[in-house]
Every structure is written in C-alpha cells, then in structure tokens.
C-alpha cells in the first residue's frame, strides 16, 4: 500500500481442504449414461459441433488437439458400442 510491498508470508493461512468427491447423478441415471449406445450419439455430436466451430470460428492448435481427444474417445465408444 502506498508504494510499500507487503512481506509474504511462506505458510497459507488456512489449511487446504481434503478433496472430496460428490455424486450428483443418481446411481439409475449413470447407468443409462454409461451405456455406449447412449454415449455413442452424444460423442459423435460433441465432435461435430468442435469441428464446426474450428472451420467458422477459430482454427486454433489446441482446438484440433482436443478434437483429436474427441477422436479417440469417439473410437473407444464406437468399438464398445459394436
């Protein structure tokens, strides 16, 4: 303040909370969800909409990294699909 840097402390303040992981989908709803016939469709969407986005909006690298994630994960569903 007023042109003074203030000392840094080298300890946090506060302990940093446990991680804690909380299911928010019910165990019926992840079943459907996880079934390759359902996750197939919605893969092979969430490709499309990524590949149109890089030809109209931004051809950028990391976008075609992530479509080639997408790629791969298509794959995966297509085989557990068949």
Request: charged share 30%; net charge positive.
């Amino acid at each position: 303040m007023n042109g003074k840097t203030l000392p840094v402390k080298k300890e946090l303040p506060f302990a940093e909370p446990v991680h804690q992981s909380v299911q928010i989908v019910d165990d019926a709803e992840l079943q459907i969800r996880r079934d390759p016939a359902n996750r197939l469709p919605r893969q092979i969407a969430q490709y499309l909409r990524l590949v149109d986005y890089i030809q109209t909006v931004k051809d950028a690298p990391h976008l075609k990294r992530s479509l080639d994630a997408h790629f791969e994960r298509l794959i995966k569903y297509h085989r557990s699909f068949l």
